[in-house]
Each structure stands twice: as structure tokens, then as C-alpha cells.
């Protein structure tokens, strides 16, 4: 997990904060992760209403007001003793010093909806959140904060973390993960386009990608989304895509190195076939940025394994 910014001070325990957008599961989080811990676990909202630490309340959002500077003078001589666990959909306002770790959750927007409707979120409040999910705002947010650094953990419950663990038998369980590593170039991107006939100017204007607010020309998403079928057929020759569920989370740039991971979560066999279902998520290489996930389901032929020859990978 990346390390925040405590400035150097030395602290008998971290300090943690769990962010993310109502919904996603940080008090949940939070909560059971203290209470494992022995940690003290402060929820900023709930210490807000106890506290009296707002400036009255909002109609249109059905919240109260927070008052930051009040908060951070309650939280001030807390937060130096360490060992405390934060649960707040923010970070902005917090001093870098406070954290040695933040992490941010996200989840599918979908599941989100559900969650936020059955709490009773309607109208701008709901499409609030809903928006600040779908555009990574709090992940920015933390990111933009200069050492503040984030770990993501997307789809709580489906590939909750970085899982780089061999397959440690020939036939496929429940639980291994294939692997597969790729740097996108140019050509890929010319290739993909000349097949596909997506021509759009984003993955070949480099001035004009800036100017829409990336970093460099993009790689076409459906194109590093084609590494999950190779990567399963690799293994399992013959194999048939079912069904693919995708979830675009980040950009992916000309000249990155994307990894993808396909794990095993469900199998079954019928009439000599086997259907499999895969949590399926791409990360860019030697960091923890998740850009794209979701979740496959393929017919294999058989569940022994082939290893790809050298020439395959």
C-alpha cells in the first residue's frame, strides 16, 4: 500500500483514512478494519452531528454543512497519538501529515445506484454521487493531493486486491489467476483503428487529447479489453467467450505497460465442457491504477492447463 505524507513524524501507530463515495462501503470497511486493529475508528459524519461541527444544513444535498476548520481542530491532537482509522467521502481538507496510508473504494455504478436508492438518495443528491463515481473524483481528489498517495480497491468482494498468485497445479481451481503483460505502441493503436474503423482523433492527436484533458493519445478501450479473451485462450485452446462485462475506470496511454489479471470465481461441468466465470481487471504495470475490470464467462473444453509458448506471449 503507497505511503502517505506524515512529513518524517514518527508515530507509535499510522494513521489511515478510508475514503470513497457514500455507498461504497467505508464505514463497513472502516469499522471492521479498527475494530481487527484496535484502532480508534472516527466517522467524520457522525462526529459532525455529534459535534455540532457544521454550519447548518442543506436542503438540496439533505446534509449538513461541514465546517472544516472546526473538524480539523477536533481531530487535531487525536490524529498525532495515531492509531486512528478515518471514515469521510473526502480528503481535501485534511492535513497531509494526519495519514501514513489512504485507501479509496469504489464499486460498480450500478450496485452503487441500488445502494444509494434503498438509503432513500433521490434527485441531486443522488445523481451527485452517482456522477462523482463515475468521473473518480475522490480518487482524483486523493491523487491530487501531492504525497497523498492512493491505493484502489475496486468491486469490493471481485479481485479486491493486486493477485499475482501462481497457479500451483495443472488443472484450474476456483481462485487461480492468469496473467498477461503488454506495452501498447503506435502500431497497435493503427492497427486496432484500421480493423475496427474507430479513427476517433483522441488516440492519434496528441495536442488534441491534451486539450480534452488527458495525458498523451489514448489506446482504445475494447483494444486492452482484448486481453482477457487471449488470455484464456492461451491456456485453454478451443475455449468460447460467453459474455464480458466492462467497466472503464482510467485511460490507457500510448506506451503503457497494462497488466491483465482473469480469475477463477465460479465453475461448473456440463456434458464434458466446463463454464467458467472469471473476474477479469487490467492495471497498469508497477502501480496499483486500476483501469479497467469486470467480470467473463467462458465454455473451456477441458480445465488442464497450457502454459503459452514463448512465441504466444
Known amino acids: 500500500m503507497a505511503e502517505g505524507a506524515n512529513n518524517g513524524t514518527r508515530r507509535p501507530r499510522p494513521n489511515l483514512l478510508i475514503t470513497g463515495t457514500p455507498g461504497t462501503g467505508k464505514s ?31 436542503d438540496q444535498f439533505e446534509c449538513h454543512v461541514i465546517n472544516e476548520d472546526l473538524v480539523c481542530d477536533e481531530l487535531e491532537d487525536i490524529m498525532e497519538g495515531g492509531g486512528v482509522i478515518v471514515d469521510y467521502h473526502g480528503c481535501d481538507f485534511f492535513p497531509e501529515r494526519w495519514f501514513d496510508r489512504v485507501v479509496v473504494l469504489q464499486t460498480e455504478n ?9 438509503r432513500g438518495y433521490s434527485g441531486t443528491k443522488l445523481a451527485n454521487n452517482i456522477e462523482c463515481e463515475i468521473f473518480q473524483v ?27 498468485s501462481s497457479v500451483t497445479s495443472s488443472t484450474l481451481k476456483v481462485g487461480d489467476v492468469l496473467r498477461e503483460a503488454r506495452v501498447y505502441s503506435s502500431e497497435d493503436v493503427k492497427s486496432y483503428a484500421e480493423v475496427s474503423h474507430d479513427w476517433n482523433p483522441l488516440h492519434f492527436d496528441q495536442e488534441l487529447a491534451r486539450k480534452a484533458g488527458f495525458e498523451n493519445r489514448l489506446v482504445h478501450g475494447m ?28 485511460p490507457v496511454y500510448v506506451g503503457d505497460e497494462i497488466l491483465g489479471l482473469v480469475q477463477a470465481t465460479a465453475l461448473r461441468e456440463t456434458k464434458n465442457k466446463y463454464i467458467v466465470k472469471f473476474s477479469t481487471k487490467c492495471i497498469k504495470n508497477h502501480s496499483e ?25
Open 289 to 313: 491504477l486500476v483501469v479497467l475490470d469486470g467480470e467473463a464467462t467462458a465454455v473451456l473444453p477441458s480445465l488442464e492447463l497450457l502454459q503459452p509458448s514463448s512465441s504466444e506471449r
Open 110 to 118: 450500478s450496485v452503487l445506484y441500488d445502494r444509494l436508492t434503498k
Open 28 to 58: 463497513t470497511t472502516a469499522s471492521a478494519l479498527a475494530e481487527a486493529t484496535n484502532f480508534r475508528y472516527i466517522c467524520v459524519g457522525d462526529l459532525v452531528k455529534e459535534k455540532t461541527l457544521h454550519d447548518g444544513w442543506d
Open 223 to 250: 483494444l486492452v479489453s482484448s486481453m482477457f479473451p487471449r488470455i484464456i485462450s492461451s491456456h485453454f485452446p478451443g475455449a468460447v467467450y460467453v459474455s464480458q462485462t466492462l467497466h472503464f475506470r482510467s
Open 138 to 164: 475522490l480518487l482524483e481528489e486523493a491523487r491530487d493531493s501531492e504525497a497523498m498517495l492512493a491505493k484502489t480497491f475496486l468491486q469490493r468482494n471481485v479481485l479486491v486486491s493486486r493477485c499475482l
